[in-house]
């Protein structure tokens, strides 16, 4: 990666100025015009027409020759003909060149050696300590010294020095570079990457990218960030309004698709979006106007729906819904609006600079369902799904994370969704004789699980079992759930009113239906989608800091990947309980919605049953 889009401008800067250069003798007329000429030349892009002119000028001009053939010499190198820059450079003298020309020429001796299979030297020349670089020239540098880096075998350096490069760079330049420092990293593989994320510090700037590169290589690693600091706290010195983080865009799209299929899904996560909206009126902090559009499912629709949010003057868009929609907005070559997508896309390609990805992610579940194990002392497993997509893609990350913890998978079994006696499936197990350490994790519906629970029994295994959040209906039946007694499993804490700072979901579920049952997780995440949109800049840049969600602790990586730390609950008496009591807390943010400026009124309730989950 050459990163040129950033090298041109300096470029053009250098030539356009040739012509005022301190020199030793002052320049003729002829000479000033002549180098105007060749400046003018460089910015027109007639880049070669620009070398030879500057190649005159060096001929015509000895006490300023070093000069003129440097400008020469970036000229043919911005052009992408660094053979012919080669022989000029060869000639140059360093002590014939003033201010930041020094360093350029180091960098053009070290894109010379790197494009002749010389990386020793381009490290050498990237890598002095005593030569002080402009700050414009930095990026180049570093991005000279990464690639000699990778060209000498040491991956690992090179992705440091473009992690390293991060914060310099915008736009197409920094995605770029981001994805290379990801490559490097996955090149290094699986067992190298965990050892040396293992033997880091928590908030070591290099765990995020460990584990975008992991992630990339196919496995799902629980990100565990140290959650120290809440969202929206008070300012000191500032009055009540003013809350730490907190950026309210004036104008919001949200986009979701309004088609068969989808109709309830979007309903609920509407819903919950204008609930959060209406009910934060704890302060006076200003809050934005709501505009909803139709996605229409697919990546073209999504697209026009983005256009348009934009063109009405939107600040930031939330949405869309879809992994084909998202796929399509997050795969143009320019966003110019700030997005939150509400779900990932399928390639393993890093958001834009100013893309954010939010999602339900069954992945998400098994991860943390494994370290709920190890963190209980439970180090073999035995694992009973579903045959559905969501109980599959669970299994796979809780056995990834549950391996790479130190657990052993001892186990496994998948139930059919028609069958009703599962004992086949408990027999397979062979978990009579289980170890002391052993536990069964389990990823299913609720009726499965009723059906499940009591066989498990019969057949005298008595391990303890986890679920993830499948198992709960979405309202209490105690009844039914005494069968489930001593099941634990993790979920989103509004649905159990285990996180303050949020309307009660008892209250608001009396009031909509759609906050209840199948749909109460999309709606818990309809209301963190409208509560992270002031704080998501914030928590990108911000590690260790969160919001106490409806659906979970959030927090953000610097990628733009919104991370859910989820509650864990357990079934005493047929009730689902939080473990560890409430997730309150006394500084959590308090909204930000004053009574005025209300959005277009919500859609009436959505049709019945939508999975509680998007990714």
Same mark, same amino acid.
């Given at each position: 990666?050459?990163?040129? *889009?950033?090298?041109?401008?300096?470029?053009?800067?250098?030539?356009?100025?040739?012509?005022?250069?301190?020199?030793?003798?002052?320049?003729?007329?002829?000479?000033?015009?002549?180098?105007?000429?060749?400046?003018?030349?460089?910015?027109?892009?007639?880049?070669?027409? +620009?070398?030879?002119?500057?190649?005159?000028?060096?001929?015509?001009?000895?006490?300023?020759?070093?000069?003129?053939?440097?400008?020469?010499?970036?000229?043919?190198?911005?052009?992408?003909?660094?053979?012919?820059?080669? #022989?000029?450079?060869?000639?140059?003298? *360093?002590?014939?060149?003033?201010?930041?020309?020094?360093?350029?020429?180091?960098?053009?001796? +070290?894109?010379?050696?790197?494009?002749?299979?010389?990386?020793?030297?381009?490290?050498?020349?990237?890598?002095?300590?005593?030569?002080?670089?402009?700050?414009?020239?930095?990026?180049?540098?570093?991005?000279?010294?990464?690639?000699?880096?990778?060209?000498?075998?040491?991956?690992?350096?090179? +992705?440091?020095?473009?992690?390293?490069?991060?914060?310099?760079?915008?736009?197409?330049?920094?995605?770029?570079?981001?994805?290379?420092?990801?490559?490097?990293?996955? *090149?290094?593989?699986?067992?190298?990457?965990?050892?040396?994320?293992?033997?880091?510090?928590?908030?070591?700037?290099?765990? #995020?990218?460990?584990?975008?590169?992991?992630?990339?290589?196919?496995?799902?690693?629980?990100?565990?960030?140290?959650?120290?600091?809440?969202?929206?706290?008070?300012?000191?010195?500032?009055?009540?309004?003013?809350?730490?983080?907190?950026?309210?865009?004036?104008?919001?799209?949200?986009?979701?698709?309004?088609?068969?299929?989808?109709?309830?899904?979007?309903?609920?996560?509407?819903?919950?979006?204008?609930?959060?909206?209406?009910?934060?009126?704890?302060?006076?902090?200003?809050?934005?106007?709501?505009?909803?559009?139709?996605?229409?499912?697919?990546?073209?629709?999504?697209?026009?729906?983005?256009?348009?949010?934009?063109?009405?003057?939107?600040?930031?868009?939330?949405?869309?819904?879809?992994?084909?929609?998202?796929?399509?907005?997050?795969?143009?070559?320019?966003?110019?609006?700030?997005?939150?997508?509400?779900?990932?896309?399928?390639?393993?390609?890093?958001?834009?600079?100013?893309?954010?990805?939010?999602?339900?992610?069954?992945?998400?579940?098994?991860?943390?369902?494994?370290?709920?194990?190890?963190?209980?002392?439970?180090?073999?497993?035995?694992?009973?799904? +579903?045959?559905?997509?969501?109980?599959?893609?669970?299994?796979?990350?809780?056995?990834?994370?549950?391996?790479?913890?130190?657990?052993?998978?001892?186990?496994?079994?998948?139930?059919?969704?028609?069958?009703?006696?599962?004992?086949?499936?408990?027999?397979?197990?062979?978990?009579?004789?289980?170890?002391?350490?052993?536990?069964?994790?389990?990823?299913?519906?609720?009726?499965?699980?009723?059906?499940?629970?009591?066989?498990?029994?019969?057949?005298?295994?008595?391990? #303890?079992?986890?679920?993830?959040?499948?198992?709960?209906?979405?309202?209490?039946?105690?009844?039914?759930?005494?069968?489930?007694?001593?099941?634990?499993?993790?979920?989103?804490?509004?649905?159990?009113?285990?996180?303050?700072?949020?309307?009660?979901?008892?209250?608001?579920?009396?009031?909509?239906?759609?906050?209840?049952?199948?749909?109460?997780?999309?709606?818990?995440?309809?209301?963190?989608?409208?509560?992270?949109?002031?704080?998501?800049?914030?928590?990108?840049?911000?590690?260790?800091?969160?919001?106490?969600?409806?659906?979970?602790?959030?927090?953000?990586?610097?990628?733009?990947?919104?991370?859910?730390?989820?509650?864990?609950?357990?079934?005493?008496?047929?009730?689902? *309980? #939080?473990?560890?009591?409430?997730?309150?807390?006394?500084?959590?943010?308090?909204?930000?919605?004053?009574?005025?400026?209300?959005?277009?009124?919500?859609?009436?309730?959505?049709?019945?049953?939508?999975?509680?989950?998007?990714?």
């Amino acid at each position: 990666m050459r990163l040129r *889009r950033l090298a041109l401008p300096g470029l053009l800067v250098s030539l356009m100025l040739s012509a005022c250069v301190a020199t030793l003798a002052p320049q003729s007329p002829a000479e000033i015009a002549a180098a105007q000429s060749a400046a003018g030349l460089a910015s027109q892009g007639q880049l070669d027409r +620009a070398a030879q002119a500057y190649q005159a000028l060096a001929a015509q001009s000895p006490g300023r020759a070093d000069h003129y053939n440097l400008l020469a010499a970036e000229a043919y190198r911005q052009e992408n003909a660094l053979d012919r820059a080669a #022989p000029i450079v060869a000639g140059i003298q *360093r002590k014939g060149l003033s201010d930041d020309e020094p360093v350029r020429l180091d960098l053009l001796r +070290a894109e010379i050696a790197l494009h002749r299979r010389d990386p020793a030297t381009a490290l050498q020349l990237t890598t002095q300590s005593d030569v002080s670089v402009p700050p414009n020239l930095q990026p180049r540098l570093l991005n000279l010294r990464a690639e000699a880096l990778a060209d000498t075998g040491d991956l690992w350096s090179a +992705a440091r020095t473009r992690v390293s490069m991060d914060g310099l760079l915008q736009g197409a330049d920094r995605a770029q570079n981001r994805d290379e420092a990801v490559s490097l990293l996955a *090149r290094l593989g699986i067992a190298p990457l965990k050892q040396r994320a293992a033997a880091m510090q928590q908030g070591d700037p290099m765990l #995020p990218w460990i584990a975008e590169a992991l992630g990339r290589l196919g496995v799902t690693v629980a990100q565990q960030p140290n959650l120290t600091q809440p969202v929206g706290t008070l300012v000191p010195g500032s009055n009540a309004s003013v809350r730490e983080g907190y950026k309210m865009p004036a104008q919001i799209a949200l986009l979701l698709p309004d088609v068969d299929g989808l109709v309830a899904a979007s309903s609920a996560i509407r819903e919950g979006f204008f609930t959060a909206y209406y009910q934060d009126a704890d302060t006076h902090a200003p809050r934005g106007t709501i505009r909803v559009y139709d996605s229409g499912g697919n990546a073209a629709s999504a697209i026009k729906a983005y256009t348009q949010a934009v063109s009405d003057g939107a600040q930031i868009v939330v949405g869309p819904l879809t992994r084909s929609e998202v796929m399509g907005v997050l795969g143009q070559s320019s966003l110019p609006v700030p997005v939150l997508a509400l779900n990932h896309s399928d390639n393993k390609n890093l958001p834009a600079g100013t893309a954010s990805e939010f999602a339900l992610l069954p992945e998400d579940e098994g991860a943390q369902a494994a370290d709920h194990l190890i963190d209980r002392g439970i180090h073999s497993a035995y694992v009973v799904i +579903a045959s559905d997509d969501f109980a599959k893609r669970t299994a796979n990350s809780f056995k990834t994370e549950f391996t790479a913890k130190g657990g052993q998978i001892v186990g496994f079994a998948t139930i059919s969704s028609g069958s009703v006696n599962y004992g086949d499936a408990i027999n397979s197990l062979n978990a009579g004789n289980a170890a002391a350490d052993a536990g069964i994790f389990i990823s299913m519906r609720t009726e499965q699980a009723r059906l499940l629970l009591p066989q498990l029994r019969v057949a005298r295994i008595t391990l #303890p079992v986890f679920a993830t959040s499948h198992i709960y209906s979405g309202s209490d039946n105690p009844t039914a759930d005494r069968d489930l007694e001593g099941v634990e499993f993790c979920d989103a804490p509004w649905l159990f009113d285990a996180q303050s700072g949020l309307p009660s979901h008892q209250d608001v579920a009396t009031q909509l239906p759609v906050a209840r049952g199948a749909t109460a997780q999309l709606f818990a995440f309809g209301m963190d989608a409208w509560n992270l949109v002031p704080y998501i800049d914030w928590l990108r840049s911000h590690p260790g800091s969160y919001l106490p969600g409806a659906s979970g602790q959030l927090s953000a990586d610097t990628f733009g990947h919104v991370n859910r730390q989820l509650t864990w609950l357990k079934f005493q008496d047929g009730v689902a *309980r #939080p473990m560890n009591g409430s997730l309150q807390m006394d500084n959590a943010p308090a909204g930000p919605a004053p009574s005025s400026s209300a959005p277009a009124p919500a859609s009436s309730a959505p049709t019945p049953a939508a999975p509680p989950a998007n990714g």
